[in-house]
């Protein structure tokens, strides 16, 4: 299962990081966190929402402030675990492993984290990208692959391209949240095997009755 945008809320530090990494650059006209989040949930990166909305060209700038403020504490500060969340985890760890796969590169912030949001004993795994990968759906995938726990079905959870292709090579039943980073319409083109609109749907479809 994923973790930003599938259990928790994180479209409140993504925006604050928009408008630290644009500031220096960008006098006006910066994007209501309404506009940006739009952007994004229509399948445009960061990177991107800076280059065709503020005209800067300096892409490995935009991709290094990322990177050095998004999972800082003080930002991860800002996320909010999604109503409900903990319930389903807790339905769904009677009937299954349940892992988290994140592309998360600070492990230790993770954790601090998971302990602050009162998830830290959710599931049953906790890994993440402390390699720092540069194919996030390659990446993604052999995280998948190393977990411990093999079954004959699989399930993978997330809000993202990345989950259900990586997901999919991976050979897992693929579920795409679509309240997360990306929108419906987005997620479609990219077939996953089932679609919600709420976690809470996450135990029927899973077979947790």
Known sequence: MDFDGTIIDVSARHYKVYKIVTKKN????????????????SGMSFVKVIRETHKLS???YSERRYA????????????RKL???????????????????????????????????????????????????FDAKKTKQKLIENSPFNSEI??????????????RAAGCITIAVCFGM????????????HIIDSISELPDIVGCM
Do not use: C
């Not at 960008?26 to 949930?41: A, D, G, P, T």
């Open 58 to 60: 300096d892409d490995s």
């Open 68 to 79: 050095e403020l998004i999972e800082m504490p003080r930002f991860l500060n800002l996320d």
């Open 26 to 41: 960008v006098n006006k006209n910066l994007l209501s966190k309404n506009r940006y989040w739009e952007k994004r949930r």
């Open 83 to 133: 109503k409900g969340v903990k319930s389903v985890l807790k339905r769904l760890r009677v009937h299954a492993n349940v892992v988290l796969v994140t592309l998360r590169h600070n492990h230790k912030n993770l954790i601090r984290q998971l302990k602050q949001l009162g998830l830290d004993r959710a599931f049953d795994q906790v890994l993440s990208d402390i390699d720092g990968g």
């Open 182 to 193: 990306r929108q419906r319409e987005y997620l479609d083109g990219f077939s996953p095997d």
């Open 154 to 167: 699989k399930y993978i959870v997330g809000d993202t391209e990345v989950d259900i292709e990586s997901g």
